[in-house]
Protein backbone atom coordinates (compact mmCIF):
# COMPACT_ATOMS: atom_id res chain seq x y z
CA UNK A 1 0.00 0.00 0.00
CA UNK A 2 1.73 3.12 -1.37
CA UNK A 3 0.14 6.54 0.00
CA UNK A 4 1.45 10.16 -1.14
CA UNK A 5 0.31 13.39 0.43
CA UNK A 6 1.10 16.89 -0.73
CA UNK A 7 2.24 18.92 1.95
CA UNK A 8 2.79 22.45 3.42
CA UNK A 9 3.88 23.32 7.03
CA UNK A 10 1.87 22.74 9.65
CA UNK A 11 -1.40 21.69 8.34
CA UNK A 12 0.08 19.07 6.26
CA UNK A 13 2.47 18.03 8.99
CA UNK A 14 -0.21 17.54 11.86
CA UNK A 15 -2.59 15.57 8.94
CA UNK A 16 0.39 12.94 7.99
CA UNK A 17 1.37 12.72 12.02
CA UNK A 18 -2.51 11.85 12.41
CA UNK A 19 -2.08 9.64 9.57
CA UNK A 20 0.87 8.00 10.97
CA UNK A 21 -1.31 7.21 13.86
CA UNK A 22 -4.13 6.08 12.47
CA UNK A 23 -1.93 3.74 9.82
CA UNK A 24 -0.05 2.40 13.42
CA UNK A 25 -3.25 1.92 15.01
CA UNK A 26 -5.06 -0.08 12.31
CA UNK A 27 -6.13 -3.75 12.57
CA UNK A 28 -5.34 -4.28 8.79
CA UNK A 29 -1.57 -5.68 8.68
CA UNK A 30 -1.61 -3.85 4.77
CA UNK A 31 -2.64 -0.78 6.27
CA UNK A 32 0.34 -0.94 9.26
CA UNK A 33 2.90 -1.73 6.55
CA UNK A 34 1.46 1.02 3.87
CA UNK A 35 4.53 3.32 2.61
CA UNK A 36 3.72 6.80 3.28
CA UNK A 37 5.32 9.77 0.85
CA UNK A 38 5.36 13.07 1.37
CA UNK A 39 5.71 15.74 -1.39
CA UNK A 40 6.35 18.84 0.57
CA UNK A 41 6.48 22.37 -1.19
CA UNK A 42 10.06 24.11 -0.62
CA UNK A 43 8.50 27.77 -1.90
CA UNK A 44 8.99 28.90 1.23
CA UNK A 45 12.71 28.08 1.28
CA UNK A 46 14.97 31.35 2.04
CA UNK A 47 18.86 32.25 2.57
CA UNK A 48 19.31 33.70 5.86
CA UNK A 49 22.43 34.98 6.98
CA UNK A 50 23.90 32.80 4.71
CA UNK A 51 21.83 29.90 5.80
CA UNK A 52 19.31 27.60 3.37
CA UNK A 53 16.27 27.21 5.34
CA UNK A 54 12.95 25.07 4.23
CA UNK A 55 10.64 25.83 6.80
CA UNK A 56 7.87 23.33 5.61
CA UNK A 57 10.22 20.25 5.16
CA UNK A 58 11.88 20.88 8.69
CA UNK A 59 8.18 21.48 10.05
CA UNK A 60 7.05 18.06 8.76
CA UNK A 61 10.04 16.61 10.00
CA UNK A 62 10.02 17.71 13.37
CA UNK A 63 6.22 17.10 13.78
CA UNK A 64 6.75 13.33 12.34
CA UNK A 65 10.18 13.22 14.70
CA UNK A 66 8.14 14.01 17.81
CA UNK A 67 10.63 17.18 18.58
CA UNK A 68 8.61 20.50 17.43
CA UNK A 69 7.63 23.30 19.20
CA UNK A 70 3.97 22.09 19.74
CA UNK A 71 2.38 25.05 20.41
CA UNK A 72 3.88 27.30 17.65
CA UNK A 73 3.40 24.47 15.37
CA UNK A 74 7.35 24.95 13.72
CA UNK A 75 10.80 24.93 14.71
CA UNK A 76 12.00 22.66 17.34
CA UNK A 77 10.68 22.73 21.37
CA UNK A 78 13.48 23.20 23.97
CA UNK A 79 14.75 26.11 22.44
CA UNK A 80 17.11 29.11 23.22
CA UNK A 81 18.03 32.11 21.36
CA UNK A 82 21.07 33.18 22.18
CA UNK A 83 22.72 33.11 18.22
CA UNK A 84 19.64 35.50 17.21
CA UNK A 85 20.10 37.53 20.08
CA UNK A 86 23.98 38.12 19.37
CA UNK A 87 23.13 38.80 15.09
CA UNK A 88 20.48 41.03 16.21
CA UNK A 89 23.59 43.02 19.06
CA UNK A 90 25.25 43.40 15.20
CA UNK A 91 22.16 44.90 13.98
CA UNK A 92 22.35 42.01 11.06
CA UNK A 93 18.95 40.67 9.95
CA UNK A 94 16.31 39.83 9.16
CA UNK A 95 15.25 40.35 13.47
CA UNK A 96 11.81 39.62 12.65
CA UNK A 97 12.84 36.16 11.73
CA UNK A 98 13.74 33.97 14.67
CA UNK A 99 16.19 31.54 14.65
CA UNK A 100 16.53 28.98 17.71
CA UNK A 101 19.83 27.39 18.40
CA UNK A 102 18.90 24.06 18.17
CA UNK A 103 17.12 24.73 14.71
CA UNK A 104 20.35 26.72 13.52
CA UNK A 105 22.19 23.19 13.73
CA UNK A 106 20.02 21.61 11.11
CA UNK A 107 20.52 24.76 8.50
CA UNK A 108 24.23 24.95 9.00
CA UNK A 109 24.52 21.00 8.54
CA UNK A 110 21.79 21.54 5.68
CA UNK A 111 23.74 24.35 4.07
CA UNK A 112 26.97 22.78 4.74
CA UNK A 113 25.55 19.61 2.96
CA UNK A 114 24.43 21.78 -0.01
CA UNK A 115 28.19 23.24 -0.61
CA UNK A 116 29.74 20.25 -0.82
CA UNK A 117 27.32 19.62 -3.81
CA UNK A 118 24.36 16.54 -2.17
CA UNK A 119 20.96 17.80 -3.80
CA UNK A 120 18.43 19.00 -1.64
CA UNK A 121 16.60 15.35 -1.49
CA UNK A 122 19.69 13.77 -0.19
CA UNK A 123 20.31 15.98 2.16
CA UNK A 124 16.85 15.34 3.81
CA UNK A 125 17.07 11.65 3.75
CA UNK A 126 20.78 12.46 5.80
CA UNK A 127 18.64 14.83 8.19
CA UNK A 128 16.11 12.24 8.72
CA UNK A 129 18.57 9.32 9.71
CA UNK A 130 18.52 11.55 12.83
CA UNK A 131 14.65 12.77 13.15
CA UNK A 132 13.16 9.62 11.96
CA UNK A 133 10.05 10.69 10.42
CA UNK A 134 8.57 7.41 9.65
CA UNK A 135 7.86 8.19 5.99
CA UNK A 136 9.21 9.22 2.83
CA UNK A 137 10.06 13.24 3.06
CA UNK A 138 10.81 13.90 0.05
CA UNK A 139 11.28 18.13 -1.02
CA UNK A 140 9.30 18.65 -4.19
CA UNK A 141 12.56 19.67 -5.97
CA UNK A 142 15.92 19.41 -6.01
CA UNK A 143 16.44 23.22 -7.41
CA UNK A 144 15.81 26.02 -5.31
CA UNK A 145 12.42 27.56 -5.17
CA UNK A 146 11.18 30.79 -3.84
CA UNK A 147 7.74 32.39 -4.09
CA UNK A 148 7.81 36.11 -3.91
CA UNK A 149 4.80 37.99 -3.44
CA UNK A 150 3.80 41.03 -5.49
CA UNK A 151 1.87 43.71 -3.13
CA UNK A 152 -0.90 46.33 -3.57
CA UNK A 153 1.65 48.92 -2.52
CA UNK A 154 4.05 48.15 -5.64
CA UNK A 155 6.62 46.18 -3.49
CA UNK A 156 7.51 42.55 -4.11
CA UNK A 157 9.14 40.86 -1.02
CA UNK A 158 10.22 37.09 -0.47
CA UNK A 159 7.11 34.81 1.07
CA UNK A 160 8.56 34.90 4.39
CA UNK A 161 8.89 38.77 4.84
CA UNK A 162 5.12 39.26 3.69
CA UNK A 163 4.11 36.06 6.29
CA UNK A 164 5.95 36.38 9.12
CA UNK A 165 6.95 40.36 8.86
CA UNK A 166 3.74 41.86 7.22
CA UNK A 167 1.57 39.06 8.85
CA UNK A 168 0.25 39.51 5.50
CA UNK A 169 -1.46 43.00 6.11
CA UNK A 170 -0.74 44.22 3.18
CA UNK A 171 -3.02 42.83 0.17
CA UNK A 172 -1.01 40.92 -2.52
CA UNK A 173 -2.06 40.94 -6.04
CA UNK A 174 0.27 37.48 -7.04
CA UNK A 175 2.91 35.18 -6.20
CA UNK A 176 6.01 34.16 -8.39
CA UNK A 177 7.49 31.22 -8.00
CA UNK A 178 11.17 31.85 -8.64
CA UNK A 179 12.82 28.71 -10.16
CA UNK A 180 9.62 26.38 -10.44
CA UNK A 181 9.60 27.05 -14.07
CA UNK A 182 12.77 24.98 -14.60
CA UNK A 183 13.13 23.10 -11.95
CA UNK A 184 12.05 19.47 -12.12
CA UNK A 185 10.71 16.90 -9.67
CA UNK A 186 13.69 15.48 -7.30
CA UNK A 187 13.90 11.96 -7.44
CA UNK A 188 10.49 9.55 -6.95
CA UNK A 189 8.26 12.92 -6.89
CA UNK A 190 6.53 11.91 -9.97
CA UNK A 191 6.47 8.51 -9.48
CA UNK A 192 4.79 8.96 -6.08
CA UNK A 193 2.13 10.92 -7.45
CA UNK A 194 1.05 8.91 -10.29
CA UNK A 195 1.88 5.24 -9.08
CA UNK A 196 0.00 5.95 -5.31
CA UNK A 197 -3.30 3.68 -3.84
CA UNK A 198 -3.95 6.98 -2.65
CA UNK A 199 -3.15 10.60 -2.76
CA UNK A 200 -4.44 12.63 0.05
CA UNK A 201 -4.08 16.54 -0.26
CA UNK A 202 -4.30 17.61 3.26
CA UNK A 203 -5.15 20.95 4.77
CA UNK A 204 -2.38 22.98 3.63
CA UNK A 205 -2.55 26.55 2.45
CA UNK A 206 -3.87 25.46 -0.99
CA UNK A 207 -2.03 28.65 -2.68
CA UNK A 208 1.57 28.91 -1.84
CA UNK A 209 2.00 25.30 -0.57
CA UNK A 210 -0.40 23.09 -2.35
CA UNK A 211 -0.27 25.08 -5.12
CA UNK A 212 3.44 25.48 -5.69
CA UNK A 213 3.70 21.71 -5.82
CA UNK A 214 0.19 21.12 -8.19
CA UNK A 215 -0.28 24.24 -9.82
CA UNK A 216 -4.17 25.22 -9.63
CA UNK A 217 -7.10 24.95 -12.21
CA UNK A 218 -8.80 28.04 -13.61
CA UNK A 219 -6.55 30.41 -14.71
CA UNK A 220 -6.34 32.38 -12.01
CA UNK A 221 -3.72 35.56 -12.59
CA UNK A 222 -0.78 35.63 -10.14
CA UNK A 223 -1.52 32.20 -8.84
CA UNK A 224 1.16 29.69 -8.87
CA UNK A 225 2.35 27.34 -12.18
CA UNK A 226 2.71 24.46 -10.18
CA UNK A 227 6.20 21.76 -10.39
CA UNK A 228 6.53 20.68 -14.32
CA UNK A 229 4.62 17.70 -14.39
CA UNK A 230 3.39 17.38 -11.23
CA UNK A 231 -0.29 18.10 -11.89
CA UNK A 232 -0.36 15.91 -15.25
CA UNK A 233 1.61 12.79 -12.68
CA UNK A 234 -1.65 13.00 -10.61
CA UNK A 235 -3.90 13.42 -13.22
CA UNK A 236 -3.04 10.95 -15.76
CA UNK A 237 -1.34 8.73 -13.26
CA UNK A 238 -4.88 7.15 -11.89
CA UNK A 239 -4.54 7.19 -8.35
CA UNK A 240 -7.33 8.10 -6.17
CA UNK A 241 -7.55 11.75 -4.85
CA UNK A 242 -8.98 13.04 -1.85
CA UNK A 243 -8.37 16.59 -0.48
CA UNK A 244 -9.35 18.01 2.74
CA UNK A 245 -10.61 21.36 2.83
CA UNK A 246 -8.70 24.01 4.88
CA UNK A 247 -12.04 26.69 5.38
CA UNK A 248 -13.42 25.40 8.53
CA UNK A 249 -16.52 27.35 9.65
CA UNK A 250 -16.62 29.76 7.20
CA UNK A 251 -12.61 30.71 8.08
CA UNK A 252 -9.25 29.13 7.33
CA UNK A 253 -8.24 26.96 9.90
CA UNK A 254 -5.24 28.50 10.39
CA UNK A 255 -2.73 31.11 9.27
CA UNK A 256 -3.37 33.62 7.05
CA UNK A 257 -4.38 31.39 3.63
CA UNK A 258 -7.28 33.85 3.02
CA UNK A 259 -4.71 36.56 2.29
CA UNK A 260 -3.49 34.29 -0.65
CA UNK A 261 -6.91 33.65 -1.76
CA UNK A 262 -8.03 36.77 -1.60
CA UNK A 263 -5.04 37.44 -4.01
CA UNK A 264 -6.44 35.54 -6.30
CA UNK A 265 -9.78 36.95 -5.87
CA UNK A 266 -10.97 33.17 -4.99
CA UNK A 267 -13.21 33.04 -1.74
CA UNK A 268 -12.12 31.35 1.20
CA UNK A 269 -14.83 29.14 0.97
CA UNK A 270 -14.80 24.97 0.84
CA UNK A 271 -16.22 25.51 -2.44
CA UNK A 272 -13.61 28.34 -3.54
CA UNK A 273 -10.71 26.08 -2.52
CA UNK A 274 -12.29 22.99 -3.64
CA UNK A 275 -12.69 24.57 -7.23
CA UNK A 276 -9.09 24.95 -7.77
CA UNK A 277 -8.54 21.37 -7.88
CA UNK A 278 -11.43 20.38 -9.88
CA UNK A 279 -9.58 18.66 -12.42
CA UNK A 280 -7.69 16.39 -9.51
CA UNK A 281 -10.12 15.27 -6.75
CA UNK A 282 -12.16 12.31 -6.61
CA UNK A 283 -13.50 13.32 -3.20
CA UNK A 284 -13.50 16.64 -1.10
CA UNK A 285 -13.66 16.72 2.12
CA UNK A 286 -15.47 19.51 3.62
CA UNK A 287 -16.64 19.92 7.68
CA UNK A 288 -20.40 20.23 8.69
CA UNK A 289 -21.06 23.68 8.73
CA UNK A 290 -20.26 23.95 5.02
CA UNK A 291 -23.41 20.89 4.95
CA UNK A 292 -25.96 23.28 4.16
CA UNK A 293 -24.13 23.91 0.42
CA UNK A 294 -24.05 20.09 -0.07
CA UNK A 295 -26.50 19.14 -2.61
CA UNK A 296 -26.66 15.61 -2.12
CA UNK A 297 -22.52 14.74 -2.45
CA UNK A 298 -21.56 17.54 -4.89
CA UNK A 299 -21.11 20.85 -3.78
CA UNK A 300 -23.91 23.65 -4.46
CA UNK A 301 -22.63 25.51 -7.06
CA UNK A 302 -19.70 23.40 -7.87
CA UNK A 303 -18.11 22.78 -10.99
CA UNK A 304 -18.75 19.80 -12.69
CA UNK A 305 -15.45 17.00 -12.10
CA UNK A 306 -15.04 18.05 -8.43
CA UNK A 307 -15.47 14.71 -7.28
CA UNK A 308 -17.60 13.38 -4.09
CA UNK A 309 -18.27 15.82 -1.44
CA UNK A 310 -18.29 14.63 1.85
CA UNK A 311 -18.93 16.23 4.96
CA UNK A 312 -16.42 15.27 8.30
CA UNK A 313 -14.91 17.10 11.20
CA UNK A 314 -12.55 18.38 9.96
CA UNK A 315 -10.85 20.53 12.84
CA UNK A 316 -7.39 18.78 14.00
CA UNK A 317 -8.08 19.72 17.50
CA UNK A 318 -5.84 17.45 18.80
CA UNK A 319 -3.92 14.47 17.89
CA UNK A 320 -7.05 11.70 18.02
CA UNK A 321 -8.64 14.12 15.97
CA UNK A 322 -6.06 14.73 13.25
CA UNK A 323 -5.61 11.01 12.77
CA UNK A 324 -9.65 10.68 12.42
CA UNK A 325 -9.32 12.85 9.57
CA UNK A 326 -6.33 11.07 8.52
CA UNK A 327 -8.11 7.83 8.46
CA UNK A 328 -11.84 9.35 6.99
CA UNK A 329 -9.60 11.03 4.38
CA UNK A 330 -7.79 7.50 3.45
CA UNK A 331 -10.87 5.29 3.49
CA UNK A 332 -12.78 7.78 0.96
CA UNK A 333 -9.37 7.31 -1.45
CA UNK A 334 -9.27 3.62 -1.17
CA UNK A 335 -12.90 3.43 -1.54
CA UNK A 336 -12.54 4.74 -5.11
CA UNK A 337 -9.65 3.05 -5.77
CA UNK A 338 -7.40 3.04 -8.69
CA UNK A 339 -8.85 2.49 -12.13
CA UNK A 340 -9.77 -0.91 -12.89
CA UNK A 341 -8.97 -1.90 -9.86
CA UNK A 342 -11.77 -2.86 -7.44
CA UNK A 343 -12.06 -0.92 -4.37
CA UNK A 344 -10.48 -2.63 -1.74
CA UNK A 345 -13.12 -0.88 1.04
CA UNK A 346 -16.88 0.44 0.85
CA UNK A 347 -17.11 3.97 0.99
CA UNK A 348 -16.88 5.73 4.36
N1 LIG B 1 7.27 31.89 11.70
C1 LIG B 1 7.08 33.05 12.37
O1 LIG B 1 5.95 33.50 12.48
N2 LIG B 1 8.13 33.74 12.92
C2 LIG B 1 9.40 33.29 12.84
O2 LIG B 1 10.31 33.93 13.35
C3 LIG B 1 9.63 32.04 12.17
C4 LIG B 1 10.88 31.46 12.09
C5 LIG B 1 11.04 30.20 11.49
C6 LIG B 1 12.29 29.59 11.46
C7 LIG B 1 12.46 28.34 10.89
C8 LIG B 1 11.35 27.69 10.34
O3 LIG B 1 11.50 26.47 9.80
C9 LIG B 1 10.11 28.29 10.35
C10 LIG B 1 9.93 29.55 10.92
N3 LIG B 1 8.68 30.16 10.96
C11 LIG B 1 8.51 31.36 11.60
C12 LIG B 1 7.49 29.52 10.37
C13 LIG B 1 7.39 29.62 8.86
O4 LIG B 1 8.32 30.44 8.26
C14 LIG B 1 6.04 29.95 8.24
O5 LIG B 1 4.97 29.80 9.10
C15 LIG B 1 5.85 29.07 7.03
O6 LIG B 1 6.82 29.28 6.03
C16 LIG B 1 4.46 29.13 6.41
O7 LIG B 1 4.21 27.79 6.12
Known sequence: MRITAVAGGVGGARFLRGLKEHLAASPDPELRGAQVTAVVNTGDDATMHGLRITPDLDTVM????????EEQGWGLRDESR???????????GPGWFTLGDRDLGTHVFRTQMLREGLPLSRVVERLCERWQPGLRLLPMSDQPVETHVHLADGRTVHFQEWWVRLRASVPATGFEQVGLEAA?????????????DAVLLPPSNPVVSVGTVLGLAGGHPGAPLGLP???????????????????????????????????????????????LHADLLDAWLVDDAADGDLDGTTL???????????????????????????????ETALAV?????RPTRSPA
Open 62 to 69: YTLGGAVH
Open 184 to 196: TPAPGVLEALADA
Open 300 to 330: RGAAPGCGRVLARPLLMSDRAAAAALAGAAL
Open 229 to 275: GAREALRDGGAPVVGVSPVLGGRVVRGMADACLAALGVPATALGVGE
Open 337 to 341: GRPGS
Open 82 to 92: VVSSELAAYGT
